[in-house]
């Protein structure tokens, strides 16, 4: 239970953002400017000499107002392809033909400006949802394996929701109860796990993307629309691999939401209850959606089927799983 550096962080660094908001007025705030230098090294003699080894690796998605100015400083090739914004888990695209003894390395610097998005939400001014519409049918739907109506998925949804009927109070049940029941705990590979969010709602533990689900699966059960994101978390001394969500309030539109990161240690109700519709500006979104093909298509089956953030490899002669390369993301924090 003992407070490490981000918690000390974001305590202070949300009421910032809270302010902010109220003092501007606005959704969309405290801009932070950040250099990216991401790596992908796969390791000598993986491939035979003269095998041209593909690659993706984790890109910037720029149609999110909260990541706006993204250049391209430099890339270790001539030849690359940025994936169209329209690809939901987006990609810079390299091919390397490999050198006996020596590692093969993919590299690229950007910069960026990330902002936070707070939304102080009223309950009571969010509207009924249009249901004929495209984007209520779609994030509201079941999408198997892991956002599936199971009789857990139910059984949990009657004790956690009760006879609540308003969307915003719905989903703070959720992001409560998972808080409070279900303790963040590494995972094993997602490509392992049958159905993510049943997996979570029988272990009674996960990581970010797993709690990340089962927040989605019982808000989609409960006709919420919700959707995933995900990339990095770029925060001072936490830089790592990073999954939340979206949910969509009539009347506010698209919310942040970021169950792994939960309830707030504070006494004031917005504060603690940030990450319910709050973001702050140190998610680096790549990814709008999760389980989407590459751009190129890959041939041979991804090391990682659900997400994308450390990037995928192939050449050939099949796919390089994660034991067979090593990534590395170095962040410089910009002033604006």
Known sequence: TTKDGLDLFLEKKIPEIINEAEFKNSNLITPQKFKLNYTLTVDANTVPAGEVIRCWLPYPRESDERQKDIELISVDSKEYIIAPDDRMQRTLYIKKKAVANQPTIFNYELSYTGFSRYFEIDPNK???????????????????????????????????VGNESNPYLIAKKIFTWINNNIPWAGAREYSTIRNISEYCITNMHGDCGIKTLLFMTLCRYNRIPVKWQSGWMLHPGEVNLHDWAEVYFEGYGWVPVDQSFGLVDSKIEKEKYFFLGGIDSYHFIVNDDYSKDLYPMKIFSRSETVDFQRGEVEWRGGNLYFDQWDYNMQVEYLSN
């Open 126 to 160: 969010i509207g009924e949802y249009k249901k004929d519409t495209d984007l209520y049918k779609k994030y509201t739907s079941e999408r198997e394996p892991h956002i599936v109506f199971t009789n857990k998925i139910k059984s949990a949804s009657k004790e956690i």
